[in-house]
């Protein structure tokens, strides 16, 4: 189960960290990341990380999200938003995914926590 969690109401400029940390898994999750929608909108990607560090970054918060994982809690990772704008606005969701080969076949799995609520007001 995937828990989010530092959503709240900031004004434009300013920081929040989100976190995410997946509980009861004995295994390590391959990438962690958010995704965000906002009303009337589908969901998009924020930021993603893999388990060895590599990161992806949606055009519009490069220069100003971090998205970085936990060196001692496994399967935990953080979103750092800097200069928050108001399009920014939106429910973030965290998201994992776990990779599996088995016989040579390639499984993917998917997971997702609730959503976050971060509002930024002009």
């Known amino acids: 189960q995937l828990q989010a969690s530092g959503g709240g109401l900031v004004q434009a400029g300013g920081s929040l960290r989100l976190s995410c940390s997946a509980s009861?898994?004995?295994?390590?999750?391959?990438?962690m990341g958010w995704y965000r929608q906002s009303p009337g909108k589908q969901r998009d990607l924020v930021a993603t990380?893999?388990?060895?560090?590599?990161?992806?970054y949606a055009d519009s918060v490069k220069g100003r999200f971090t998205i970085s994982r936990d060196n001692v809690v496994r399967n935990k990772a953080y979103l750092q938003m800097n200069n928050l704008e108001p399009d920014d606005s939106a429910v973030y969701y965290c998201k994992a995914l776990r990779i599996t080969i088995n016989g040579g076949t390639r499984h993917e799995y998917d997971y997702w926590g609730q959503g976050t609520q971060v509002t930024v007001s002009s």
């Open positions: 009861g898994t004995v295994f390590s999750l391959d990438r």
């Open positions: 990380i893999t388990s060895g560090g590599v990161t992806e």
